[in-house]
């Protein structure tokens, strides 16, 4: 089936620096990426969308130069979080459109920021 | 404000038993339904979506939707300690954006 590939799995950093988070679509095409951010115990809140060669979507409240989301090619989306603090330590997935029917999410990544 | 809403539980049941998991939704909008399985720590991992009223089974899940009540369910038969998780409720919007639910903690007792 397809997959999503998310990289990396977890990443500790210091507060102040920035983290890059990629996810590519093996096998297919993804012209939509969608960001999302869970909390523990939490649901998954869709931070934004991007489409391939276009700027992204934010949600509200979602800080778009906080968050950098860059889709250059149909493959590879990647989300940025920049100048990290503590209360960006979250999980985060991406999620792509598959061919035929549903969605299909990365693996995730446990971003800490210490 | 378009939300999906479970019961965060825990849905406790007894290895072998059925596991009912429900699902309500405000945007009458909403075209798709989708269960998703949530073990601690890792991504979501799709069961199976439904879009007509009515069931639809596979393997030891029926998905069942009830679009004049709003409503979705999922029932897990012979229900196995394996299936203890998070099982999350997305609808799928017109403007082809999933809303998850909060998601119901699922727990199957040996």
């Known amino acids: 089936g397809a997959v999503v590939s998310q990289h990396p799995s977890r990443v500790i950093c210091k507060s102040g620096t920035s983290v890059k988070i990629e996810c590519r679509s093996l096998?297919?095409?993804?012209?939509?990426m969608f960001w999302y951010r869970q909390f523990p115990k939490q649901s998954l809140m869709l931070m934004a969308t991007s489409n391939e060669g276009s700027k992204a979507t934010y949600e509200q409240g979602v800080e778009k130069d906080k968050f950098l989301i860059n889709h250059a090619s149909l493959t590879l989306s990647t989300l940025t979080v920049t100048s990290a603090h503590p209360e960006d330590s979250s999980f985060y997935i991406c999620?792509?459109?598959?061919?035929?029917?549903?969605?299909?999410f990365g693996s995730g990544t446990r971003l800490t920021v210490v | 404000q378009k939300e999906v809403e479970q019961n965060s539980g825990p849905l406790s049941v007894p290895e072998g038993a059925i596991a009912s998991l429900n699902c309500t939704y405000s945007d009458r909008g909403s075209q798709s339904f989708f269960w998703y399985r949530q073990y601690s720590g890792k991504s979501p991992e799709l069961i199976m979506f439904i879009y007509s009223n009515g069931d639809k089974e596979d393997g030891r899940f029926t998905a069942q939707l009830n679009k004049a009540s709003q409503y979705v369910s999922l029932l897990i038969r012979d229900s196995q300690p394996s299936d203890s998780a998070t099982y999350l409720c997305?609808?799928?919007?017109?403007?082809?954006?999933?809303?998850f639910g909060t998601g119901t903690r699922l727990k199957v007792l040996a």
């Open positions: 096998d297919f095409q993804a012209t939509t």
């Open positions: 997305a609808g799928f919007s017109g403007t082809y954006k999933y809303i």
């Open positions: 999620s792509a459109r598959t061919p035929g029917t549903g969605y299909t």
